[in-house]
């Protein structure tokens, strides 16, 4: 055994040399590694580059994420990668007898995951045999019981031994140790060489037994050519003189021979040549000679007795040493699977037969059971083709007389199609984004069928519509990949169903669901449910006050679809009216609208989402400012400061209107002009008379607003008349304004200025006496200092002749002067009027001045003589301003001064 063992060391040292030469130039094919590596590796150690063999660098490691997996976890318990190098290593304990039990080879297979982009490896790991167990039995002891008579060369089975290693480390053979009548077969036996130094010798003895007489008892059944020992004749010569045979009386059964045993002595042994028979002849007496070869030569004799007896002496017998047949793996507990049968010469008890099982393995013993008296076989438990394949089955016959016959049941397992397809799904890559190209691979799987042939062979498709494809990458493995752009937005997720298949009668299949999902890329702007909006809001809303709401859609999910609005522009000073919030797009008013000022404007809306970039799009939203009745109309003559109703006690007099009494029905005393801001219904304006002295006097133009006589003035007629017309819109509610007109009844007007210079006594209080009484002595003297000065500044300037006052010396109103006021095209006036005042009261005083007098000489105005003639500046058109006043303008002359006096202490009078 020791030098067993030293021959094996030299083969394990070239296994294991073997082994890393195949690690190192072992590199696969496309998409497939290989490693070799001896059983009984420990914990760490080197399996091989994986990282190197797949082509990666140790920096492209993180971004990769290699990593192992495989259909059947267990396998992964084995192997694992380091993530610093990418290195294989062992990582539990490699026992090849545990994994892959008899099989010639043993390898174990799984897949290299790479990242980034997806993609996956097949490897391969060999397991070799190392010679780590040692062959043993079944059991330690054998008991066996053989008849003395059994003749040699009878062989008995004593079971198998068995050695898990495969190969070369496997069972060889058996050894026995040495005996004088047994021996076990062994491969390449030892041959032993004996070495005789010859002693010449001199015949002096004869030949002796060591008995006289010798009893033998022989069954009638012993088959001639049984051999029994008869003892050994002595004889202390040697060589020639020694014992050289025996010889046997004459007799019809038996013969005598010489056999010489190993240790060179020389025995007889008695023959049967023919059968015998115990009925005919019981027994039988011969005499047995030992004769030696001197010369002359010596004998000894001795009585052989023999008694014939009835023996079981034939072993039972197979029909067949090898049965063979073969067994579906689908078929029932309790099916038949095979009768042997054996026979036995014997009779009686000898004859009687009963069958077993030899020494098998427990798994084989729990499969199958054999009737010990028909021999039939039946099985016991379902068998699994993919569990096992084949069993070898010792059946054993023995007789009565315990004689044991072998023969071997061979029972080839059939497949059945009774695996379905395995579907792992090995990874998946959800959610995918939309804009992946086709051809992206978004899942791995690994479909196996445990089955074999036909029955084993798959193929896979998928169920479903959606952009998706299957691509086989190896056996068993396959890849799904996109055959089409993804959309989101038509498709947030796609649902298919692997279905694998057999090729099996009839076929089975397995299915497997696959749900990939589709995250959202930034692709779809934002839409307007209208490129543009019109909104109508009444003017005097309140600040704040919605206005419109526009809205979005973005067809994009999660930021990329949340839509934000803000004001992108607009037509010009629209920005500061509205103002829009940025997540419901709701358009408020910023201020209060005023339809007279702004009618319609204008902004532009930007819908933009969250995504990265950013997506907008823009839209138009017109605002239309709705009139309202909020302005009430506005009297421009005569103004409100000359005696409209509503605005207080006036501190000079009133407008008036001379109206001769001599006036027929229609004359036109004067006009109500009045306009409206707003627009529409609420700027159609109509006059009605309200109030007057006379009522039936005076009508008022409905639509004109000239207030004409109604009748023809008589004597009786008031000379001092008040008329009061009121001006109002079509609005709802509709606004109105007072107008008063000052109306006097005289021929001239020198004849008025005593009405208009008239008060009711008690009229005025003291306080406003006083009042009057302080201007008028300011204003005199204002008017007495700008004199003086005009006239020393005239002096000094050496100016031409002297002038009076424009107002003096020219008519009241020029009519080539005429002018409008600054507001008179505002509003909207339903008629038109050409009216003419001064310009520069126009433009001073804003307001409208009456219609132009009769030219009355200042004489008859004042009652005094004329102050002299008219200044040469007065000739010039009285809408054009005096280039140099200083120069034109003279001190007031005395007359005016008493003129202004004499109204003054008049009203002081009063």
């Not at 419109?548 to 037509?571: E, F, K, P, Q, T």
Request: glycine fraction near 8%; proline fraction near 6%; hydrophobic fraction near 40%.
């Amino acid at each position: 055994m020791a030098v067993r063992q030293n021959r094996r060391r030299p083969f394990g040292r070239a296994v294991l040399l073997l082994a890393l030469l195949l690690v190192l130039c072992c590199r696969a094919a496309a998409e497939r590694i290989r490693y070799a590596i001896p059983e009984e590796l420990g914990r760490g150690s080197l399996v091989g580059p994986l990282a190197r063999d797949l082509g990666l660098s140790p920096a492209e490691l993180p971004a990769r994420k290699l990593r192992v997996a495989s259909a059947a976890n267990r396998q992964l318990k084995y192997f694992t990668v380091s993530g610093e190098n990418g290195n294989l290593y062992v990582s539990e304990r490699l026992d090849r007898e545990e994994m892959c039990g008899e099989s010639a080879s043993c390898s174990v297979s799984f897949e290299a995951l790479v990242q980034n982009p997806l993609n996956v490896f097949h490897v391969e790991v060999a397991i070799q045999d190392v010679n780590d167990n040692a062959p043993h039995f079944l059991r330690d002891n054998f008991q066996l019981e053989i008849s003395e008579l059994t003749p040699p060369g009878a062989r008995f089975a004593l079971g198998v031994a068995e050695d898990a290693d495969v190969g070369s480390n496997s069972l060889q053979g058996y050894e026995l140790e040495a005996n004088g009548y047994f021996a076990a077969l062994v491969q390449n036996p030892l041959n032993v060489f004996h070495v005789e130094v010859a002693i010449q010798d001199v015949n002096d003895n004869a030949p002796h037994f060591l008995q006289n007489n010798f009893q033998l008892e022989i069954n009638e059944l012993t088959s001639p050519g049984a051999r029994f020992y008869l003892g050994i004749a002595e004889d202390p010569d040697v060589g020639s003189n020694s014992l050289q045979g025996y010889e046997l009386e004459t007799n019809a059964y038996f013969e005598v021979e010489m056999k010489e045993s190993q240790d060179g002595s020389k025995f007889a042994e008695l023959v049967l040549r023919r059968a015998l028979d115990r009925e005919s002849e019981q027994s039988l007496r011969l005499v047995l000679t030992a004769v030696d070869g001197g010369d002359p030569p010596r004998s000894g004799t001795a009585q052989l007795c023999i008694n014939v007896t009835d023996a079981n002496d034939n072993p039972p017998v197979f029909a067949q040493d090898r049965y063979r047949t073969s067994l579906r793996e689908d078929a029932p507990p309790g099916s038949t699977v095979l009768n042997v049968s054996a026979s036995d010469a014997d009779a009686g008890t000898n004859a009687r037969i009963t069958y077993g099982f030899g020494k098998m393995p427990a798994k084989v013993l729990q499969k199958f059971v054999v009737e010990a008296e028909s021999g039939t076989i039946r099985l016991q438990e379902a068998l699994d083709f993919e569990d096992t394949r084949a069993f070898s089955l010792a059946v054993e016959a023995r007789d009565g007389g315990g004689l044991v016959a072998h023969c071997e049941v061979e029972v080839e397992v059939l497949d059945v199609n009774d695996n379905a397809p395995e579907i792992t799904v090995t990874s998946v890559s959800s959610p995918v984004p939309e804009d992946a190209p086709a051809g992206t691979v978004v899942a791995l799987l690994k479909v196996r069928d445990r089955d074999s042939g036909e029955n084993g062979q798959v193929w896979c498709e998928l169920s479903g519509e959606a952009p998706l494809s299957m691509v086989s990458s190896s056996v068993g493995s396959y890849k799904v990949v996109t055959t089409s752009a993804l959309d989101r937005e038509q498709a947030s997720e796609h649902r298919v169903t692997v279905v694998a298949r057999d090729r099996g009668s009839p076929s089975l299949s397995s299915r497997a669901s696959l749900v990939l999902e589709v995250s959202d890329v930034n692709d779809n702007a934002p839409v307007f449910e209208e490129a543009a909006y019109s909104a109508y809001v009444a003017e005097n809303n309140a600040a704040g006050a919605p206005v419109v709401r526009v809205r979005a859609r973005d067809a994009d999910a999660g930021a990329n679809g949340r839509v934000s609005y803000w004001l992108a522009g607009g037509s010009a000073g629209a920005a500061p009216y509205v103002s829009v919030e940025a997540r419901s797009g709701a358009v408020y008013a910023q201020r209060s609208f005023d339809y007279e000022q702004c009618r319609e404007f204008a902004v532009a809306v930007r819908a933009q989402d969250g995504g990265a970039p950013s997506r907008s799009s823009t839209a138009t939203v017109r605002v239309f400012v709705l009139d309202r009745n909020d302005n009430a109309p506005r009297v421009l003559w005569p103004a409100s400061g000359s005696g409209a109703s509503g605005s207080g006690a006036a501190s000079l007099p009133a407008a008036f209107e001379v109206v001769p009494r001599s006036a027929e029905a229609g004359y036109l005393v004067g006009k109500v002009v009045a306009v409206d801001a707003d627009a529409g219904r609420n700027a159609w304006l109509s006059y009605e008379l309200v109030q007057a002295s006379e009522p039936s006097l005076f009508r008022v133009g409905l639509h004109s607003g000239e207030v004409r006589t109604a009748r023809a003035v008589s004597e009786r007629d008031a000379a001092k008349q008040r008329v009061v017309a009121v001006v109002k819109d079509h609005g709802q509610p509709a606004l109105s304004a007072t107008a008063t007109l000052h109306v006097v009844l005289a021929e001239s007007l020198q004849e008025a200025l005593p009405e208009l210079s008239e008060r009711a006594a008690g009229a005025d209080s003291p306080a406003e006496l006083q009042f009057y009484l302080v201007l008028a002595l300011a204003l005199l003297s204002a008017l007495f200092l700008l004199s003086v000065a005009l006239a020393v500044l005239a002096r000094l300037r050496r100016a031409g002749p002297p002038a009076v006052l424009r107002c003096l010396g020219a008519q009241r109103f020029s009519v080539p002067g005429a002018a409008f006021p600054a507001d008179f095209c505002e509003g909207t006036l339903p008629y038109s009027y050409n009216l003419c005042v001064a310009p520069a009261r126009a433009v001073a005083e804003g307001a409208w001045l009456p219609p132009p007098l009769p030219s009355v000489p200042a004489e008859e105005l004042l009652g005094t003589e004329p102050c002299g003639k008219p200044s040469p500046s007065s000739s010039a058109g009285a809408g054009e301003p005096p280039t140099d006043a200083p120069q034109n303008v003279l001190p007031l002359p005395p007359c005016v001064l008493s003129s202004f006096g004499v109204l003054l202490l008049q009203k002081l009078q009063h």
